[in-house]
């Protein structure tokens, strides 16, 4: 670049200034750097060397920065630096802005538009996450209860539906949770009542005339009855007879008959319960009389 000088008083000999003309006529004095060499005519060019004129473009590639190095840099050129991050972050890092980054590392607060390959088991996920999969269970989604049938109680009860059979379970210990039993048509059974199929009824085959006990139930091993009703006649024209139904040996309840076709019958709202492994028996206590029993009962295993 050449340097133009002018006189600042034409024809008198005054002082000579350093210009440049601009556009055809128009001349703008140099002003020189203190920082020159004295006595010298040169520009300071506008490069690295100096730090005047610096011009920051964009870099292609990888460059390893440091927070300290950009601050330094903002700080020389006094003005904004624009940088592309790329790859992966060291891991504690804030990712702001619009940030591709394969995987972070547990603990990362994720701002911004974050696409994330996979997130650590226990990270918060914030924003818009794509869960390619839930982990494994019968249902994507289930609700169970605490424990198990036949589990010892856990937690708070849930309310389910019943379990349909057309035998009893199963007995579970005391304290277990278990299932409540509805036919296999969804009715609720209620106690007194039991499944159809643990019911039973039983009536004499011929008169009873004698004081020996006749078997009404047969023990099962393991197995309590249960006596729900029960009517006992008499038809003999002379003799009346108290009635005896019992437990094994053990009388559990009593009636009167009178003859000529007297007779007494009951019905239990608590069912008459029997011994494990017991038979249910009826008797006369009179003989001579000629009586007929007939009950009404379930089997159950508690």
């Not at 005519?41 to 390893?64: C, F, K, Q």
């Not at 008797?283 to 000629?290: D, F, K, L, Y």
């Amino acid at each position: 670049m050449a340097i133009e000088s002018v006189e600042a008083d034409a024809g008198s000999g005054g002082a000579s200034f350093a210009v440049d003309t601009i556009a055809g006529d128009l001349q703008v004095p140099y002003c020189k750097i203190m920082s020159g060499t004295d006595a010298s005519v040169e520009l300071i060019g506008g490069d690295a060397a100096n730090g005047l004129d610096v011009d920051v473009t964009r870099v292609s590639g990888t460059v390893a920065v440091s927070n300290a190095g950009l601050t330094e840099l903002a700080a020389a050129i006094d003005t904004e630096v624009q940088c592309d991050i790329v790859g992966a972050l060291p891991a504690g890092n804030n990712n702001i802005g619009d940030i591709d980054v394969a995987s972070i590392a547990a603990g990362d607060n994720n701002i911004g538009n974050v696409d994330v390959a996979s997130i650590a088991a226990g990270d918060n996920n914030i924003g818009n996450v794509d869960i390619v999969s839930l982990p494994a269970s019968t249902n994507t989604l289930e609700v169970v209860g605490d424990a198990a049938h036949g589990a010892a109680v856990a937690g708070n009860p849930l309310l389910v539906g019943l379990e349909g059979r057309s035998t009893d379970g199963t007995a579970v210990d005391s304290g277990d949770v278990v299932r409540a039993l509805a036919t296999l048509l969804g009715k609720p059974v209620n106690y007194p009542h039991a499944l159809p199929g643990s019911t039973w009824s039983y009536a004499s085959p011929a008169a009873v005339t004698d004081t020996s006990d006749d078997e009404a139930k047969a023990a099962t091993a393991s197995t309590i009855h249960y006596i729900t009703s029960i009517q006992v006649f008499n038809a003999d024209d002379t003799v009346g007879t108290e009635v005896v139904i019992k437990d094994g040996s053990t009388v559990k309840w009593r009636g009167w008959c009178e003859q000529t076709g007297g007779g007494c019958s009951a019905v239990f709202p608590v069912p008459l319960r029997g011994t494990a492994n017991t038979a249910i028996n009826v008797a006369n206590v009179t003989t001579s009389a000629e009586t007929y029993f007939n009950l009404q009962g379930f089997s159950a295993t508690e």
